[in-house]
């Protein structure tokens, strides 16, 4: 086991490493920019550094900052969160090469993930479903017509480097495609520095289910269940659930097993998710996330398994502690994502927090770096916590939700915890009856 561990990030994914590393005995660093002095990761670690400028491209996307911290502090390791540096397959070499650990897949697997187009091809390779499109990237208008009459209308121009939602436009008709391109590309471009893009069929009404794998880099993975990350805004997840409400058992072992089994192939090494958008019954891949994710604590919920002490383990080199008979499905669990932002706006609404009471009892977990008197900086994401509730089924898992919403009080800044509060007494939320457009349509008929 690793002695100690630098935790490359901030706010309330910083904090849930640092836990995971003190239950484990392992000694911490945090890092951060001079706007997080007073954060709470920063309070709670055995060693701190300031490595730059508020702006993230200063600070924690600096990787000759971020690798003199680790040489100054003696850390062995790196965990990168999500975000930032985590799928930076340059960053996890340059660490190897001063050896130090990054506690994820290989860069490799990293780099062919990163890329949409080899992360879809290599889904094909392994035996997954995907989403019917153009077989690579699509360079000209003329092939992009051409490829069009094959897959039909309404298609998604996407950009390979594409993340966050970004470089992803809607062609209807023949008549949009020339411009769907021109922006996918220009927005891609500007967001990645990466052109080039490719071809999807556009899914009417489908659902966003992801799988959560685990590997150990030895040729052991497990599937760990599914979350339903349909409720999204502009293509960003904002409630999650696990287990996915229309999902059954059969369905769920014959695509977990599959998933399981690419991993196995690619010998995989710590978390990563399998996202897939599912449809009348199939699902279709459209890429695969290699780190921790924003929602990884609903199925920690549902299998008592702790993602991030995993991760840490794995990367030590030990092999998977459990096997795919030991996993076992408990409950539900949902998330909502706390973002400092106004209710219907989304505008962000960074300052300070006068007052903070979160919710508590059985089955209640609240993940927040934040606390009464912080002053929320301007600068980086606005997620400022996540509300996961587990309940014996989904209905008690509601009916706890909802009273927790109503417990929690955030004063001095606007929050999206009203939003939650409407969700929460939606009758098509209560039924589960969602699909990736269903939160789109709800806030427009709010406004
Ligand atoms: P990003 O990496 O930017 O998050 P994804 O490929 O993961 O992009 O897609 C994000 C979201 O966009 C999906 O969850 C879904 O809501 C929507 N989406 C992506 N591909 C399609 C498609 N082929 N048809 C319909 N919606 C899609």
Redesign the pocket.
Known sequence: MFSKILIANRGEIALRILRACKELGVATVAVHSTADADAMHVRLADESVCIGPPQARDSYLNIPSLLAACEITGAEAVHPGYGFLSENARFAEILAAHGIKFIGPSADHIRIMGD?IEAKRTAKRLGLPV?P?SEGEIRTEEEARRVAAEIGFP??V??AA???????K?AMTENDLDHALSTARSEAKAAFGDDAVYL?????K?R?IEIQVFGDGQGNAVYLGERD??L?RR???VWEEALAPTITQAQREQIGERVAEAMRILRYEGAGTI?F?YENGEF?F??M?TRLQVEHPVTEMITGIDLVNEQIKVASGEKLSFSQSDVRFNGHAIECRINAEDPATFTPSPGRITYFHPPGGLGVRVDSGVYQGYLIPPYYDSLIGKLIVHGRNREECMNRLRRCLDEFVVDGINTTIPLFRALVNDPDIASGNYD??WLEGFLARQA
């Open positions: 949409k989403v499109g298609l998604l996407k950009a594409g993340g966050g939602g970004r470089g992803m809607v999807e069929r556009y899914l009417g489908p966003h990350c349909s999204q293509h960003q997840k996202e958008l279709y459209i890429e996330n990736i457009h």
